[in-house]
């Protein structure tokens, strides 16, 4: 996809912009007849993604219908991790956030959440499908039906760096690996390479590399080309020791951290880290470029959305919800609050994103998107390739394994899942 300028980025309606369990606490001892009576309504959340405006609207909404509102918030893994189990027991949460676009498809074709379009076509006030950026939409769909609501819209492979450090952004490999190999000295890294497997994607994706094709039953191909994305990375951190090796985690935010402490020059994310980093971090002078040009430039569409489980108790009611979390006001807010992109094309429109100064590297990002295999989703083996992927990545970046022979490893393990 060819790169747009911010003018021509906004009237296609691709805006962006830059701009552990929660619960109610115990009862009373002898609590009001009104709490007495009142319902739980349970949410599964993202820890990282726990805005103070979003908390507002479920307390709200919990007050509205006289509800207690159970706000879970966990790290991706884990959420994964207690969802299945409740899929298997039957007993399930009202709302979920979705860990990426086509998990919700996955979870849908196995009869786990709820198609969304009837939901959608009986409430056109809501705008959905045609306020919504098509390519946060589309990757949500299979054969005709909907399984989630976007709730973000985001592009993994933007190049975050320390302006005193760098005073000139990396546009290139080896730009890149010219600054983080001279920026490293003392204590200070040129770049923190992620633990979290999805971060290699925007690498990879720079190789023209495709992490699967489900048809034929591939994945990582070209694979000289997949070789040498991995082999990049590696190289930072074993060979170059531009990069701290990361430590296994299912916290994703190790890098953003390092590079708020000043310990870091780079790191390569979406804009899901601009919140904390100005938030914790407001006297470094905050750089933000363009993601890089391997063979390529390329990003990796990032994003999370809602879905609601088949056995919910209320589903027109977590369907409300959903729309409250999703209106254009909310998204102004949690923006205006984090930093995160959105996916509403009124969003985009709004005066207080279109005057952002940083609008056009994220469009940028957007426009560069690699494509989605949502054929992966649809297989209901996305899930177990997915773990498959984590544990060859951090065999690669953590433990310093063979990069060729690890991918030709995951390469035929994923074949037979599949």
């Given amino acids: 996809m060819p790169s747009l300028d911010r003018r021509s980025f906004l009237q296609l309606g691709l805006g962006a912009t830059v701009l552990g369990a929660v619960g109610t606490g115990c009862s009373p001892a002898t609590p009001a007849a009104k709490k ?3 319902r739980t309504f349970t949410i599964y959340w993202n820890a990282g993604h726990g805005y103070q405006v979003y908390k507002d609207v479920i307390d709200q909404f919990g007050k509205d219908h006289d509800l207690e509102m159970n706000w879970q918030k966990f790290q991706w893994p884990d959420l994964t991790t207690k969802l299945t189990a409740d899929f298997r027991s039957g007993n399930v949460p009202d709302l979920v956030e979705e ?5 919700g498809t996955q979870y849908g074709l196995a009869g786990n959440v709820l198609a969304l379009d009837e939901f959608a076509k009986a409430d056109q006030a809501f705008g959905f499908p045609g306020d919504f950026i098509d390519q946060a939409v589309v990757a ?16 993994n492979g933007l190049v975050f760096y320390n302006k005193a450090m760098v005073p000139k952004a990396p546009a290139t490999w080896d730009e890149f690996l010219d600054i983080a190999r001279s920026t490293t000295k003392d204590k200070v890294s040129g770049t923190a390479l992620n633990s979290d497997a999805s971060y290699a994607a925007p690498f990879y994706s720079q190789q023209g590399v495709d992490f699967s094709k489900v048809g034929a039953k591939q994945f990582m191909v070209p694979e000289d080309a997949a070789r040498k994305a991995l082999q990049f990375m590696q190289d930072l951190i074993f ?6 090796a990361p430590v296994a985690t299912t916290d994703y935010s190790g890098p953003q951290k390092l590079f708020s402490a000043k310990r870091a020059a780079m ?26 040009t391997g ?7 990032a994003g999370a959305g809602l879905m609601i489980p088949a056995k919910a108790k209320d589903p027109e009611l977590s369907w409300e919800l959903i729309t409250k979390l999703t209106a254009v006001k909310t998204e102004l807010a949690a923006t205006k609050e984090s930093g995160m992109s959105m996916p509403r094309k009124s969003w985009a429109a ?21 494509e989605h295999d949502v054929a992966l989703s649809a297989s209901g083996k996305a899930a177990q390739i997915t773990e498959l992927w984590k544990k060859a990545y951090q065999q690669m970046i953590i433990q310093h394994a063979p990069v060729e ?8 393990q994923a074949g037979a899942a599949l």
């Fill in 36 to 38: 007495q009576d009142a």
């Fill in 99 to 103: 860990v990426s676009a086509g998990t």
């Fill in 140 to 155: 949500r769909q299979y054969e005709g039906k909907t399984y989630s609501i976007p709730l973000h819209l985001t592009a």
């Fill in 239 to 244: 060979t170059h020791k531009a990069s701290p």
């Fill in 267 to 292: 790191f390569v994310s979406g804009p899901w880290d601009i919140g904390p980093i100005r938030q914790g971090s407001p006297d470094i002078d905050l750089g933000l470029a363009v993601p890089l």
């Fill in 295 to 301: 063979s390529v430039q390329a990003s990796s569409m």
């Fill in 350 to 370: 709004d005066p207080a994103v279109a005057a952002d100064p940083n609008l056009g590297t994220i469009a940028k990002a957007l426009a560069v998107v690699a």
């Fill in 405 to 412: 022979q690890t991918l030709a490893d995951f390469r035929k």
